[in-house]
């Protein structure tokens, strides 16, 4: 059975720093690309940051491009955002997912206030 569990979401004050973690299970995470999703109150589901296999290629939405990092650790199943230079309109629910596999963790909330 698929699963992810995130956690490391908080309450920060604009300017601050959050690394976020999915623990995944139930499938080979180390042959699968991985995608950080957010969903803010009110608004749909986007793409944040995505990572391929091997780690060495990454890509991210424009609208946190050198401020969040995505990362994995393969021996330990385990994904990773660094969130850098957090902005309020950074608030939101995020998720991690692997492609292909229609499953989604319970996510963890991101609060970005002053």
């Known amino acids: 059975q698929v699963q992810f569990v995130e956690s490391g979401g908080g309450s920060v004050q604009p300017g601050g720093s959050l690394r976020l973690s999915c623990i995944a299970s139930?499938?080979?995470?180390?042959?699968?690309?991985m995608r950080w999703y957010r969903q803010a109150p009110g608004k749909e589901r986007e793409l944040v940051a995505g990572?391929?296999?091997?780690?060495?290629?990454?890509n991210y939405a424009d609208s946190v491009k050198g401020r969040f990092a995505i990362s994995r650790d393969n021996a330990k199943n385990t994904l990773y955002l660094q969130m850098n230079s957090l902005k309020p309109e950074d608030t939101a629910v995020y998720y991690c997912?692997?492609?292909?596999?229609?499953?989604w963790g319970q996510g963890t909330q991101v609060t970005v206030s002053s």
């Open positions: 997912k692997a492609l292909l596999y229609a499953f």
């Open positions: 990572i391929l296999p091997a780690g060495s290629v990454t």
């Open positions: 139930g499938f080979t995470f180390s042959s699968v690309t």
